[in-house]
């Protein structure tokens, strides 16, 4: 059952509920490592992946247990281990997170080191960085990474890019360290100030989450709280990809059309026409999209987890497209894949040049990783004939129901 089947569809009418976002979520149960006690989390997205973090976090002494709907309560109260095993830290590269939380809270910290996937190497510099200027030392032996500190000391920490990972990590870090930190270029993604809201119910102090200087007062101890996870903005945009291509009109319950401006903006380019709703967003997409460039930048640019729906989008658009990659090097993998669907792409460096075509030819491709998965079943929708996604797997880390969701607006998926 890892292979969802597409037929051409469209156009597509009804409501989709967006579900919490699995970018923040994984952050929020990484932050529950600060404080022993009993968190409940809400809006919780049942995805892989919250299983794989759930997993990490019971490894270390936690009990996790999903409850009623979309919650997910998170217990410890006698210390942990904190150790993130390679087995997880593989599957998951986001568990790299418990690296701030434990070292501050217990002083220690042994995570192992990620290795490169598939959108290129990826590395952590920055979070060991950030870290280290709060005080903490770093060993490094059989593929783990060992952090040690006394308490950690606050300081100022100048972000050399604004990272998302290495934003969190130190922010998390620096609500239990002595005094004052600042974070200077930290990332501005919605999630960032979903983690500090939670972190600030936790009794955290901190001013300017969300914009590029985040000031954090260091307090003595934290507890246990409940909090909403904010809506996922990329699930989001994956159904209006889906609209976008298949034409139709859609709701979006739950979206927050004020975390995806730039987004909107494009597809506004493109042709679509949003608006926010009391409680979403509305979308509605002409017969077949205009062709537009598009760069992927930090918030509030762009987000590069667009960019496979983007393309997608663009490879049966009218016009030329660039899209140009700004952030990872190798996340143009799944193009081979749609230009084995009859898309008419070429990639040169980080830049991807697209001739949109009337339709695609529907064939067997094979899901690279989340966003990209996603992408491939959208683009089915516009393609003559049987697509058949291998991998489905990788969708499920990071979509819950999809198959469902497309189902309950017309489109003709399957799971095979
Ligand atoms: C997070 C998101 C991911 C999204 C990305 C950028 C999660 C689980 N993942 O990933 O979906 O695409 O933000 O919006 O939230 N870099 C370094 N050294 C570091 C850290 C990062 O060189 O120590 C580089 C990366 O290689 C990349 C760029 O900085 O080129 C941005 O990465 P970052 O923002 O850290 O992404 P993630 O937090 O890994």
């Given at each position: 059952?890892?292979?969802?089947?597409?037929?051409?569809?469209?156009?597509?009418?009804?409501?989709?509920?967006?579900?919490?976002?699995?970018?923040?979520?994984?952050?929020?149960?990484?932050?529950?490592?600060?404080?022993?006690?009993?968190?409940?989390?809400?809006n919780v997205p049942r995805i892989t992946d919250v299983d794989c973090m759930g997993e990490l976090l019971g490894s270390m002494?936690?009990?996790?247990?999903?409850?009623?709907?979309?919650?997910?309560?998170?217990?410890?109260?006698?210390?942990?281990?904190?150790?993130?095993?390679?087995?997880?830290?593989?599957?998951?590269?986001?568990?790299?997170?418990?690296?701030?939380?434990?070292?501050?809270?217990?002083?220690?910290?042994?995570?192992?080191?990620?290795?490169?996937?598939?959108?290129?190497?990826?590395?952590?510099?920055?979070?060991?960085?950030?870290?280290?200027?709060?005080?903490?030392?770093?060993?490094?032996?059989?593929?783990?990474?060992?952090?040690?500190?006394?308490?950690?000391?606050?300081?100022?920490?100048?972000?050399?890019?604004?990272?998302?990972?290495?934003?969190?990590?130190?922010?998390?870090?620096?609500?239990?360290?002595?005094?004052?930190?600042?974070?200077?270029?930290?990332?501005?993604?919605?999630?960032?100030?979903?983690?500090?809201?939670?972190?600030?119910?936790?009794?955290?102090?901190?001013?300017?989450?969300?914009?590029?200087?985040?000031?954090?007062?260091?307090?003595?101890?934290?507890?246990?709280?409940?909090?909403?996870?904010?809506?996922?903005?990329?699930?989001?945009?994956?159904?209006?990809?889906?609209?976008?291509?298949?034409?139709?009109?859609?709701?979006?319950?739950?979206?927050?059309?004020?975390?995806?401006?730039?987004?909107?903006?494009?597809?506004?380019?493109?042709?679509?026409?949003?608006?926010?709703?009391?409680?979403?967003?509305?979308?509605?997409?002409?017969?077949?999209?205009?062709?537009?460039?598009?760069?992927?930048?930090?918030?509030?640019?762009?987000?590069?987890?667009?960019?496979?729906?983007?393309?997608?989008?663009?490879?049966?658009?009218?016009?030329?497209?660039?899209?140009?990659?700004?952030?990872?090097?190798?996340?143009?993998?799944?193009?081979?894949?749609?230009?084995?669907?009859?898309?008419?792409?070429?990639?040169?460096?980080?830049?991807?040049?697209?001739?949109?075509?009337?339709?695609?030819?529907?064939?067997?491709?094979?899901?690279?990783?989340?966003?990209?998965?996603?992408?491939?079943?959208?683009?089915?929708?516009?393609?003559?004939?049987?697509?058949?996604?291998?991998?489905?797997?990788?969708?499920?880390?990071?979509?819950?129901?999809?198959?469902?969701?497309?189902?309950?607006?017309?489109?003709?998926?399957?799971?095979?």
């Amino acid at each position: 059952m890892d292979r969802i089947i597409v037929h051409r569809s469209g156009p597509l009418s009804g409501t989709v509920p967006i579900a919490g976002a699995k970018n923040s979520v994984l952050k929020l149960m990484a932050a529950t490592a600060l404080a022993e006690g009993r968190y409940e989390l809400t809006n919780v997205p049942r995805i892989t992946d919250v299983d794989c973090m759930g997993e990490l976090l019971g490894s270390m002494g936690m009990t996790v247990t999903a409850s009623g709907d979309h919650g997910l309560v998170i217990e410890h109260h006698d210390g942990l281990v904190p150790e993130a095993p390679y087995e997880l830290v593989e599957r998951m590269r986001a568990s790299i997170v418990v690296m701030g939380p434990l070292v501050a809270r217990y002083g220690r910290a042994r995570v192992a080191l990620p290795g490169g996937d598939d959108f290129g190497p990826r590395p952590i510099d920055m979070h060991l960085r950030a870290l280290e200027q709060l005080g903490a030392t770093f060993e490094t032996a059989h593929g783990y990474i060992e952090a040690r500190a006394e308490r950690l000391v606050g300081t100022r920490i100048l972000l050399e890019f604004p990272s998302v990972g290495a934003t969190e990590n130190a922010l998390m870090a620096a609500v239990l360290a002595k005094g004052t930190t600042v974070i200077d270029n930290a990332a501005r993604e919605p999630e960032i100030a979903d983690l500090a809201s939670f972190l600030t119910r936790m009794g955290a102090q901190i001013l300017g989450a969300g914009s590029s200087t985040i000031e954090v007062e260091g307090v003595d101890e934290l507890s246990a709280v409940e909090h909403r996870v904010v809506p996922d903005r990329i699930e989001a945009a994956t159904f209006l990809a889906a609209v976008g291509i298949a034409g139709g009109e859609i709701t979006l319950t739950g979206a927050r059309a004020d975390h995806m401006d730039m987004l909107i903006a494009k597809l506004g380019e493109m042709g679509m026409r949003i608006s926010p709703t009391a409680d979403g967003l509305w979308a509605m997409a002409p017969g077949r999209l205009l062709a537009t460039d598009v760069s992927t930048l930090p918030y509030p640019g762009v987000a590069t987890d667009y960019k496979p729906l983007l393309v997608a989008m663009l490879a049966t658009a009218d016009g030329v497209g660039i899209v140009t990659e700004n952030l990872f090097s190798g996340r143009f993998r799944y193009v081979d894949e749609l230009v084995r669907m009859g898309a008419d792409i070429r990639t040169e460096g980080h830049h991807a040049v697209i001739r949109g075509v009337e339709q695609l030819s529907g064939a067997p491709v094979r899901a690279p990783d989340i966003r990209a998965g996603a992408a491939l079943v959208v683009a089915g929708l516009r393609a003559e004939g049987e697509t058949v996604v291998a991998g489905a797997d990788h969708i499920d880390r990071g979509y819950e129901l999809f198959v469902e969701k497309l189902r309950a607006i017309g489109a003709s998926v399957d799971r095979g």
